[in-house]
């Protein structure tokens, strides 16, 4: 009886390993097929509150987390400033008014909105439309001096040190200022020209002298593949176009592109509505740094409009699903600004450490160089970021926060194509709520796998030193996720 005793009790005590080997096993032959590193493999699997973990290799080991960065930036952001948080844009008179004539400046202060465009309200004009209008009932309809922006919310950082100059004249890599437009990137429409090799050709929009294009792309025949790149000349309008153009070529081609000086083409393009709109302007739009207009003492100032942005839960849920560079470089630069006093990434650093340390998130090996995991100076472990996930989970802001993930199979988010290889993948896809890393040689994925009827399950991969571009890294994630979910069921 003793013996039968003592075998039961070691069937017992065996079987969680023996699941945990087999999983174990599945896991290292996905890597192994799609020769990823184990040494670069870092993995975590367990159930809200930590209670079971169903699988871990290396949790505890620091990598590049790619664009999972932005599940800080964004936690951190609904925990600081609240879903409700807005911002703010001001426009100002500067000077007095006489028979319909403003005698001074148009002055428009940024505070970090990221959200003036079309992705909102439709038209990317429509703000300056209705300033356009605010400034007619009052009567004005010629300004004598500029358009001016001012920009002073933030540092004058507009790229993080820590970016490749590669990513400079990507749309993913546009610059950070207080007074933003369009995401800081103009459309430049292709069509080719007449012949093959002659100068392909170009348009603005909108055309308001924000960048200035020495351009070698050219016309080519039909047998190649269409292809652009932009070369920039940092701290210059200038930038240079390279590639080709198909003589076959019907249809718009656009290429969305940085601009060198977002404060400038937001005045310019404001000018340029206005004189739309009928209120002529005599001087252009400038960046205030630049111009260093002087105010005299005792100008009238009035306050004629302010743009209040969409809410934060709506900017966030645009940032985590369409992973968003742009809007979490400003959301993180406004943590600095709002709750340490300087809009700098140091000061956002700060804040989101004092945000871990109040969760009781552990710190160590953890590095966020800026907001959006572009940097390849970002380390987190799987195990922060699970923790992270446990604690969004009960924080009040809980149904924002797993509401902006993206999920499998959904259009409108990055894991629109993904999980959609076999039956069980679509079946399960609808059930992933998961934020999407990618940069060269890493791919990652966080997130919760929430099957009806069934705990849900945390989790975060996280690979590193992925051979080539580092694209084999999402079929391998894919199938981790459903390896995860099986083992996770069969318990």
Known sequence: MRKLVLLLVLCLSASPSAGQSTLDHEIRGIISKYHIPASGAGILARAPGGATTYYALHPDTPRMPASNMKLWTTSAALDALGPDYQYSTYLTTVGRVKDGTLEGHLWVTGRGDPTISDRFEGDRFATMKEWAEDLKRLGIRHVTGCVVGDDDYFDDVMRNPAWKKAHYMEWYGAPISELSYNDNC??????????????????????????????????SSSRRRDGRWYLPHVGDVTAEALGTVRITRKGDLADWVPVDNPTQFFAATFRAVLINKGITVD????????????????????????????????????????SQNFYAEMIFKTLGRVKAGTGTCAAARKVVLDFMKRWKIPTKGFHQQDGSGLATENQVTPRQIVDLLDVMDKHPASPVFWDSLPVGGERGGSLHHRFQRTRRERALAPHISAKTGSINKVRALSGVCRPEEREPVFFSILLNDIPGSGYAGIPAIDEIVMALAEHAERR
């Open 186 to 219: 103009l459309l430049v429409h292709w069509k080719p020209g007449k012949r093959v090799n002659a100068p392909a050709l170009y348009a603005f929009e909108p055309d308001v002298g924000a960048m200035t294009l020495v351009n070698h792309v050219k016309t």
């Open 283 to 322: 001087g252009p739009g400038v960046d205030q740094d630049d111009a260093k207009i002087k105010v005299a003492s005792g100008t009238p100032l009035r306050r004629v409009a302010v743009y209040k942005s969409p809410t934060l839960a709506e900017i966030v849920k645009v940032t985590n699903r369409r």
